[in-house]
C-alpha cells in the first residue's frame, strides 16, 4: 500500500514515485528471499536418484532456451520503446499500425517452430527412457502401486509383501513400478526421486526410480482425486541393501504383536488411513482407542466398543468421529464376522 500523503494524491509527484519503486523492490527482494524458506521435502531441484536425473537434464536445457528467449524479447521490447517513441502517430495520438509484412511472419513462424522441434526431441526421448526400467543393473525390484481414496498401496509381488503409504526400497537399486487405480484417478508423484505418473483406472501404467543415498523421500498424489486428496501423502524409505532385506524378513514373518488382525489390517489397507502409533491421518488414529470415548461430529459421544467399531467397518459414515470427514468405503461384504473380531483384537491390543 502507497503511504497517503496529506493533500496529495498518492502515487504522484517525484516522493510518489519513489515510494512506490521502494515499494516494489522490497517486495521482491522479500519474495526472493522467502522462497529460500520452504523446507525442500519436495523439491525436483534437489535430485537424489538417476530417473530425476534425467528429466532435470531436460529441464535444464528448456530453461536455458527460455531465459535465452527472454533476454532477446525484451531486449527487443525495450530498444523498441527507446528507438520508436517518436514514431508518426494517428489523429487518435496512436502508433500508426503496420499491416502484413509476409517476411516478418514466416520468421515469427518459423523460428518458435524450431524451438518447438528441439524441446519435442529431447523430451520425447526422456519420455521414452522412463517408460522401461533399466536392466543393466541387474533385475530390477517390482513394486505394484495401487490408488485408493486415500492412500496408496504397494505390492512387492516377487516377495509376497504388501504395505500401505510407506513403500521401501533398496538403494542403488532400480525400482520397475507398475501404476493402476482401484476408483479414480490418482497420481504418484516422489519429487526428488522421478517425476509423476498417473494412476488411472482400467488402465495401467509404468515408471521406474532409483534412490541414491539411503533416506526419507517425501511424496503425495498429485492428482485431485476427491476430499481426501490433501490428505494422500506417502513415504519412500529408501535403506540400504542389507537392511531393506532385514526389513522384507521382519514383514514376511511379523515377530509378534496384532498377528493376524494386525495383517489384515495392512492388506484391506485399513493402516492406510488409519495409524497406530497416534499420528494423525485421513482417519481416527487406533492408539489408545479401544474403550474409550470418542466425540462424534454432531456432539454426542460414544465409546469405541466391539459394537461401535463393527458399524464403523459395515457403515462408516453413520457416526463419523469430530474433526473427521466422511470418506471411508464401507467394507460390507468385504470382511467376514471373523476378519472383524481380528481387527478388533488388533486395535484392542493398541490400547494395552
Ligand atoms: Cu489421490 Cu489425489
Known amino acids: 500500500m502507497v503511504r497517503r500523503l496529506p493533500g496529495r494524491r498518492p502515487g504522484t509527484g517525484h516522493r510518489g514515485y ?3 519503486a521502494f515499494l516494489i523492490v522490497t517486495l521482491t527482494l522479500l519474495t526472493l528471499v522467502l522462497t529460500a524458506c520452504g523446507d525442500a521435502q519436495q523439491s525436483t531441484l534437489i535430485r537424489k536418484g538417476p530417473a530425476a536425473d534425467r528429466i532435470w ?24 520503446i ?3 517513441r517518436r514514431a508518426p502517430r494517428t489523429a487518435h495520438g496512436r502508433p500508426v499500425p503496420v499491416h502484413g509484412n509476409t517476411k516478418l511472419e514466416i520468421i515469427w513462424t518459423v523460428i518458435p517452430a ?4 528441439f524441446i519435442a526431441i529431447p523430451t520425447l526421448q526422456i519420455i521414452a527412457d522412463l517408460a522401461d526400467a533399466p536392466t543393466d ?3 530390477p525390484l517390482k513394486v505394484d502401486v495401487i490408488g485408493h481414496q486415500f492412500f496408496f498401496e504397494f505390492s512387492y509381488p516377487e516377495l509376497g509383501i504388501k504395505t500401505t503409504n510407506t513403500m521401501h526400497i533398496p538403494t542403488g537399486t532400480v525400482v520397475d513400478i507398475s501404476l493402476q487405480s482401484n476408483d479414480v484417478i490418482h497420481s504418484f508423484w516422489v519429487p526428488q526421486l522421478a517425476g509423476k505418473t498417473d494412476l488411472i483406472p482400467g488402465r495401467t501404467n509404468r ?3 532409483e534412490a541414491t543415498d539411503a533416506g526419507t523421500y517425501h511424496g503425495q498424489c498429485a492428482e485431485f482425486c476427491g476430499l481426501g486428496h490433501a490428505l494422500m501423502r506417502f513415504q519412500v524409505e529408501a535403506q540400504a541393501p542389507a537392511d531393506f532385506d532385514a526389513w522384507v524378513n521382519e514383514q514376511k514373518n511379523p515377530s509378534a504383536g496384532g498377528g493376524q488382525g494386525q495383517q489384515l489390517a495392512q492388506s484391506l489397507g485399513c493402516t492406510g488411513c488409519h495409524s497406530v502409533d497416534g499420528s494423525a491421518s485421513v482417519g481416527p488414529t487406533w492408539k489408545g482407542l479401544y474403550d474409550h470415548e470418542v466425540k462424534l461430529g454432531d456432539g ?3 465409546t469405541a466398543d466391539d459394537a461401535y467399531i463393527t458399524e464403523s467397518i459395515l457403515t462408516p459414515n453413520a457416526k463419523v468421529v469430530a474433526g473427521f470427514q466422511a470418506l471411508m468405503p464401507s467394507f460390507e461384504g468385504r470382511v467376514t464376522d471373523a476378519d472383524i473380531q481380528a481387527i478388533i483384537a488388533y486395535i484392542k491390543s493398541l490400547s494395552e
Not at 535444464?60 to 530498444?79: H, K, M, N
Not at 524450431?114 to 522441434?117: A, G, M, S
Request: hydrophobic share 65%.
Open 18 to 20: 519513489l515510494s512506490r
Open 57 to 80: 537434464d531436460v529441464y535444464g536445457l528448456i530453461w536455458i532456451g527460455a531465459a535465452i528467449v527472454f533476454v532477446l524479447v525484451e531486449g527487443l521490447l525495450v530498444y523498441t
Open 137 to 139: 543393473k541387474g533385475a
Open 82 to 84: 527507446i528507438r520508436f
Open 114 to 117: 524450431i524451438v518447438l522441434v
Open 207 to 209: 515408471m521406474w526410480l
Open 300 to 302: 454426542s459421544t460414544v
